[in-house]
């Protein structure tokens, strides 16, 4: 069995930080987690900025290398 470790900078990160780590427009990530393909951390008022889970990605990728393997 294959062990890795992955390290963020942190658990959740802004929309306006996603974009920057990953290098895609801050609209299409936006787009993104309005159709809910991106997993953002729940909040209690609405008012509030959302953030993206860094963790429930990994944790998604994790799943899918599973499958594929």
Do not use: C, W
């Not at 991106?38 to 008012?47: A, D, E, H, S, V």
């Not at 959302?50 to 290398?65: G, Y």
């Amino acid at each position: 069995m294959n062990t890795f470790a992955v390290q963020i900078a942190a658990p959740y990160v802004s929309f306006e930080e996603y974009a920057r780590l990953s290098g895609i427009p801050l609209a299409t990530v936006r787009h993104l987690a309005r159709e809910g393909r991106l997993p953002i951390r729940p909040k209690n008022k609405p008012q509030e900025k959302p953030f993206i889970n860094m963790l429930a990605l990994i944790k998604e990728a994790d799943q899918q290398a599973f499958i594929s393997r």
